[in-house]
């Protein structure tokens, strides 16, 4: 497990290392399951171009887990993410070959006292922003 | 098509609580991939101080989307479910989840507004235990896309 990041030793604006995450359809097919959200969009290729997308798309919830792993591999602790916020500005389309791959960076923005840092995550897939408003509170040593 | 504005405000009391399991823990973090020790083996857990093996930050969502849908199932609140979107969440928390946690969601419609040609609807799902300790709390926003052209 990663050495866990102490708050006095913490600077604003330090990056968090960039990860990529990969993804396939089974992926979303088991998410689909642990979740409990079946939206055929997640897994019909024929439902998601029938209403209109390029081919299926993961869960945003999926992609924000992906992102929050930053959070919880940098922290050391996953229960140290106190906070965890994000608007969906694009989906991750997951074709059935390739699948995606999901590009997560994240920075230090502020010292929040007590402990407590809030981090600013970027997420993209190919060129596109999937995430937007991307924020959260960890608490560290 | 509007959404109906008297669901602003409504709170929906829990209903089922949600038992959290070792079991399901691991499999919705194998679901996203990640092998973090923390959420499959006890003594990992607890060597970070928890009591159990604990829950990934957006593990919440199997237990909140649940509840907050009790609202966008409502047929009064006119929602075509087809045209949603998922736009925002956010997840405060108290203390993490972890296997072994009970846990009761009290959902409330936060708000409901036009943007441009959507709807926008905006629920809060708070997690707390039945001693009434809090866990956490997942907002959510729904956008359902307005018509084209």
Same mark, same amino acid.
């Given at each position: #497990?990663?050495?866990? !990041?102490?708050?006095? *030793?913490? %600077?604003?604006?330090?990056?968090?290392?960039?990860?990529?995450?990969?993804?396939?359809? +089974?992926?979303?097919?088991?998410?689909?399951?642990?979740?409990?959200?079946?939206?055929?969009?997640?897994?019909? %290729?024929?439902?998601?171009?029938?209403? /209109? +997308?390029?081919? &299926?798309?993961?869960?945003? #919830?999926?992609?924000?887990? @992906?992102?929050?792993?930053?959070?919880?591999?940098?922290?050391?602790? !996953?229960?140290?993410? &106190?906070e965890y916020g994000v608007r969906f500005s694009a989906p991750v389309v997951v074709p059935?070959? =390739? /699948?995606?791959?999901?590009?997560v960076g994240g920075k230090v923005e502020e010292k929040l006292g007590d402990g407590k840092?809030?981090?600013?995550?970027?997420?993209?897939?190919?060129?596109?922003?999937?995430?937007?408003?991307?924020?959260?509170?960890?608490?560290?040593? | #098509?509007?959404?109906?504005?008297?669901?602003?405000?409504?709170?929906?009391?829990?209903? =089922?609580?949600?038992?959290?399991?070792?079991?399901?823990?691991? =499999?919705?973090?194998?679901?996203?991939?990640?092998?973090? !020790?923390?959420?499959?083996?006890? %003594?990992?857990?607890?060597?970070?101080?928890?009591?159990?093996?604990?829950?990934?930050?957006?593990?919440?969502?199997?237990?909140?989307?649940?509840?907050?849908?009790? $609202?966008?199932?409502?047929?009064?609140?006119?929602?075509?479910? /087809?045209?949603? &979107?998922?736009? @925002?969440?956010?997840?405060?928390?108290?203390?993490?989840?972890?296997?072994?946690? &009970?846990?009761?969601?009290?959902?409330?419609? *936060?708000?409901?507004?036009? $943007?441009?040609?959507? *709807?926008? #609807?905006?629920?809060?799902?708070? +997690?707390?235990?039945?001693?009434? *300790?809090?866990?956490?709390?997942?907002?959510?926003?729904?956008?359902?896309?307005?018509? @084209?052209?």
């Open positions: #497990m990663a050495t866990r !990041p102490k708050y006095d *030793e913490v %600077e604003v604006g330090a990056e968090i290392p960039a990860q990529t995450y990969p993804v396939q359809r +089974l992926n979303l097919v088991m998410y689909a399951g642990a979740s409990g959200d079946f939206n055929p969009i997640h897994w019909n %290729e024929r439902f998601a171009k029938a209403v /209109g +997308l390029p081919d &299926v798309i993961a869960h945003g #919830m999926y992609t924000m887990a @992906e992102a929050g792993r930053l959070l919880t591999d940098w922290a050391g602790d !996953p229960g140290a993410v &106190v059935d070959e =390739e /699948g995606a791959t999901i590009q840092v809030a981090v600013a995550i970027t997420a993209k897939a190919g060129d596109a922003t999937i995430l937007t408003r991307a924020r959260a509170v960890v608490q560290l040593a | #098509m509007a959404l109906n504005r008297d669901f602003i405000g409504r709170s929906y009391p829990p209903d =089922e609580p949600y038992e959290v399991s070792r079991v399901k823990i691991k =499999e919705f973090a194998n679901a996203i991939g990640d092998p973090n !020790p923390a959420y499959r083996d006890q %003594e990992a857990a607890r060597a970070l101080g928890h009591p159990d093996v604990i829950a990934p930050p957006t593990f919440a969502i199997a237990i909140t989307m649940a509840a907050g849908g009790r $609202a966008v199932a409502d047929p009064d609140l006119g929602l075509d479910y /087809g045209r949603v &979107v998922h736009g @925002e969440q956010r997840f405060v928390y108290t203390r993490p989840i972890h296997a072994g946690d &009970v846990l009761l969601a009290t959902a409330t419609v *936060e708000d409901i507004r036009t $943007a441009g040609r959507n *709807e926008l #609807m905006t629920t809060k799902v708070e +997690l707390a235990t039945p001693e009434g *300790e809090h866990v956490c709390t997942a907002y959510s926003s729904l956008v359902e896309r307005g018509a @084209e052209g």
